[in-house]
């Protein structure tokens, strides 16, 4: 059997009543040379009965299903068992715009150099599909993303935000090589954890400036709504990066800022609240960005003069769109200089 260009994987947990519209998405796509794992996280709906029926119309479609181990695992699952050449994640509420695995595989295909190709993304919410929107809570003017390219610029600008959605990129098989897998212990953040593990490894990004290729759902369910979550996920990549395999290529004294910052909050919320305000500290001195480093600062000070349910309280407030919005106006033009 002929190895497909693109594998899609998509991790499905309980969206019975999204997948239909994921997977039509895949099947409406221009190039057709694709597989697509879906992943079955454990559901307890009807997700099985999707997965199957979609297995059935259509031979590139496979319906595989694990117990529940979390996103980071149902991707690793499909990882392993697909062949394609690029991977497409994809979760099972979001969309694929027609054209992206063609646009993104052929730039793939001219620039090998390139190790990960991303383009724009935007938000829609359930109940009103048409509307276009830039952030998760549609305050936004444009979205966040970052175009970076290169192998210097993404490293500085992962290790204080994540601006790449997972399904706004296609990726070479050959990054999990120098990566290793999917951490399985974070959930929620693992797409940004992979970005900064690939950027750590001299992974080559590469930003495609091109219409939409990608667009998130937003409804009560999506993981990216609960900044709490995220968080503490956070602090669980932080607290594992040393055995990821990327960890030997990191020689710096501190841990990549992010996790730096997190760990001093995993500290301050086990009650090594002085110890954890300084890592806190370094973390913020080494920002680039103002934005970022005032916030980190925040963080610091709250660590030392509030009572720790108020600390985390802070930590996990997240940052308001509306003043993202007014600092990207009449501020900086870039919040992650």
Same mark, same amino acid.
């Given at each position: ?7 899609? *994987? ?5 969206? /019975? ?37 979609? &297995? ?5 479609? !496979? ?6 181990? $979390?996103?980071? /695992? ?14 497409? =994640? ?62 210097? &610029? ?33 959930? $929620?953040? &693992? ?72 760990? $001093? ?7 090594? !609240?002085?110890?954890?305000?300084? !890592? ?5 001195? $080494? ?27 802070? *930590? ?8 993202? &919005?007014?600092? !990207?106006? =009449? ?7």
């Amino acid at each position: 059997m002929k190895t497909p260009r693109v594998s899609v *994987v998509i991790a499905a947990h309980n969206y /019975a009543s999204f997948l239909p519209f994921t997977l039509d998405s895949v099947l409406a796509q221009t190039m057709t040379d694709w597989e697509c794992i879906v992943v079955d996280d454990g559901s307890t709906d009807a997700t099985p009965d999707v997965g199957r029926a979609y &297995e059935q119309r259509d031979s590139r479609i !496979r319906y595989v299903r694990q117990v529940n181990g $979390g996103p980071s /695992a149902a991707r690793n699952n499909g990882i392993r068992s697909s062949t394609g050449v690029y991977l497409q =994640f994809l979760d099972a509420d979001d969309l694929l715009d027609p054209a992206k695995l063609e646009l993104h595989a052929r730039f793939l295909d001219e620039h090998p150099e390139a190790d990960i190709v991303y383009g724009p993304s935007t938000y829609f919410r359930t109940d009103e599909p048409e509307r276009v929107l830039h952030s998760l809570h549609g305050k936004l003017s444009r979205p966040l993303m970052v175009p970076f390219s290169g192998v210097e &610029e993404p490293l500085r600008i992962l290790q204080m935000t994540n601006t790449i959605p997972v399904l706004s990129a296609l990726v070479r098989r050959t990054v999990f090589d120098r990566t290793g897998e999917y951490n399985e212990a974070v959930r $929620g953040p &693992e797409d940004w954890d992979l970005w900064l593990r690939a950027a750590i490894a001299g992974c080559r990004f590469e930003y495609l400036a091109s219409d939409t290729v990608a667009y998130i759902r937003i409804h009560p369910g999506s993981l990216s709504s609960s900044a709490e979550r995220m968080v503490r996920a956070l602090i669980r990549a932080a607290n594992t990066f040393s055995s990821t395999r990327t960890a030997s290529l990191w020689h710096q004294p501190l841990l990549p800022l992010i996790y730096e910052m997190c760990a $001093g909050v995993g500290e301050v919320n086990d009650n090594r !609240r002085f110890h954890g305000a300084r !890592r806190i500290v370094r973390a913020a001195r $080494g920002a680039t960005s103002k934005l970022v480093a005032l916030r980190w600062l925040t963080y610091a000070l709250a660590a030392v003069a509030l009572p720790r349910r108020a600390f985390f309280w802070v *930590v996990t407030r997240p940052m308001p769109e509306e003043a993202l &919005e007014f600092v !990207r106006r =009449f501020g900086s033009r870039s919040l992650w200089k």
